[in-house]
Structure formats: structure tokens, C-alpha cells
Nanobody, 122 residues
Framework: VQLQASGGGLVQAGGSLRLSCAASGGTFDNYVMGWFRQAPGREREFVAAINWSGGVTYYADSTKGRFTMSRDNSKNTVYLQMPSLKPEDTAVYYC????????????????WGQGTLVTVSS
């Protein structure tokens, strides 16, 4: 499975972005999908995950209630809607995929996109 993340950019605090991750080369709805981020000088951290159908989502405490992850299996794409962005959301955002939720959530997924940079200015 190949993953291509996009949608990052520079935005002012309080602004919003929607990230996309397009998958190819596999049966998309077999996979749990996740988003991670890595800020400068920090370790990569879990942001959100979504099950194969899109009916169940999981969020890190730092993004719960603020970010929304969704998927469109007809387009082989997952999304991360990020409103009310804060400077501390600045990071490279990566999408990940695997068949098992725990593997994805713990960052052990076999498939990763190249990352898209989100910069939030204060």
C-alpha cells in the first residue's frame, strides 16, 4: 500500500486545514488508517485513527474534540479536519495504515506516507 499525504500549509492560529491521505496499491477498506505528527525536536505522536468502515474513530487526548478524522472508501482517502489550530499543532503530519488497530495506534503500522508540513503561526 502506498500512501500520499497532502493538504499541509501555513495558517494563522485559529485557522483550519484539512489533510488528505490517498492510498493506492491495496484494498483500502481492509485497512485501519491513522494520523501521526512529529514536531521539531520531539518524538512522533499519535493523532487519530479510524477503523475500516469509518464508523469508529480514536483520538489522542490532545486532539479529541477538536480534530475530526474521516474516510471515503470510494476514493481510497482519509481526511483529518483540523479547525481552531494552535501553534503547538505545528508538525509534519503522517498517515499510516495496517490491518490491526492496535498496530496502527501504537505507531507500528507497516505503511506510511511521506508527511505533510503544517505550520501554525501565532
Amino acid at each position: 500500500v502506498q500512501l500520499q499525504a497532502s493538504g499541509g500549509g501555513l495558517v494563522q492560529a485559529g485557522g483550519s486545514l484539512r489533510l488528505s491521505c490517498a492510498a493506492s496499491g491495496g484494498t483500502f477498506d481492509n485497512y485501519v488508517m491513522g494520523w501521526f505528527r512529529q514536531a521539531p525536536g520531539r518524538e512522533r505522536e499519535f493523532v487519530a485513527a479510524i477503523n475500516w468502515s469509518g464508523g469508529v474513530t480514536y483520538y489522542a487526548d490532545s486532539t479529541k474534540g477538536r480534530f475530526t478524522m474521516s474516510r471515503d472508501n470510494s476514493k481510497n482517502t482519509v481526511y483529518l479536519q483540523m479547525p481552531s489550530l494552535k501553534p503547538e499543532d505545528t508538525a509534519v503530519y503522517y498517515c499510516a495504515a495496517d490491518r490491526d488497530l492496535k498496530i496502527v495506534v501504537t505507531g507500528q503500522g507497516n505503511y506510511w506516507g511521506q508527511g505533510t508540513l503544517v505550520t501554525v503561526s501565532s
